[in-house]
Structures are given as C-alpha cells and as structure tokens.
C-alpha cells in the first residue's frame, strides 16, 4: 500500500485547510487511518485516527478544529482543519494499518508527508 498526501500549503491564522491522503490499494473491511504530525527537533505527534467501523478520536490539541474522515470509494482519508494556529505549523503524515479494524500504536504504512504553515 502506497500513501500520497496532498493539500498543504501556507494559510494565515484562523483559515482552513483540507488535506487528503490517498492509497494505491483498497483498505479493506478492517483498518485503522490516521494523521501525525512533526516539527522539526520535535517528536512526532499524533493528530487524528478513524477505524473502520467509523470510531473517530483526536487529540486534544485540535479537537473541535479538525475533522478526520475516510472516503473509501475514492480510497482517501482526509483532515479538514479549521481555524488554524501558528502552533499547527508541521509536516502531517498519514498512516494506515490494514491488517485490524482498531487502532495501536503501530502503523503499516505511512505517506512522505505534506506541509502545513500557519502565519500570523
């Protein structure tokens, strides 16, 4: 399975971006999706994950801003984010693991990231 992300760009605060993460292969009944995040000299942060049952959860640092979402016709996870911060400021990678349909820590499969900036 191959992860394309998409989307990033340079927006200033409080605007929108949607990004979407698209795979080679169809992820199947079973699979856990998610989003990271990586400023450089950090370490990677979790974002966002949905399974395929349709469990969503985020974390703190973005709920009720971000949207994670999978279209699975189309084979794309997405992240729409709102109201953005300088604080978002990362590359965001998407990560799948089809072999289960819930979440752990580890991943199959992951994209080459697309960046995010935020400006003031």
């Known amino acids: 399975v191959q992860l394309v992300e998409s989307g990033g760009g340079s927006v200033q605060v409080g605007g929108s971006l949607t990004l979407s993460c698209a795979s080679s292969?169809?992820?199947?009944?079973?699979?856990?999706m998610a989003w990271f995040r990586r400023v450089p000299g950090q370490a990677r942060e979790w974002v966002a994950r949905?399974?395929?049952?349709?469990?969503?959860a985020y974390a703190d640092a973005v709920k009720g801003r971000f949207t994670i979402s999978v279209d699975n016709a189309k084979k794309t996870l997405y992240l729409q984010m709102n109201s953005l911060k300088p604080e978002d400021t990362a590359m965001y990678y998407c990560?799948?693991?089809?072999?289960?349909?819930?979440?752990?820590?580890?991943?199959?499969?992951w994209g080459q990231g697309t960046q995010v900036t935020v400006s003031s």
């Open positions: 949905i399974v395929s049952y349709g469990g969503r």
């Open positions: 292969e169809d992820t199947g009944s079973r699979y856990c």
């Open positions: 990560a799948a693991e089809t072999s289960r349909g819930y979440c752990t820590e580890t991943y199959s499969y």
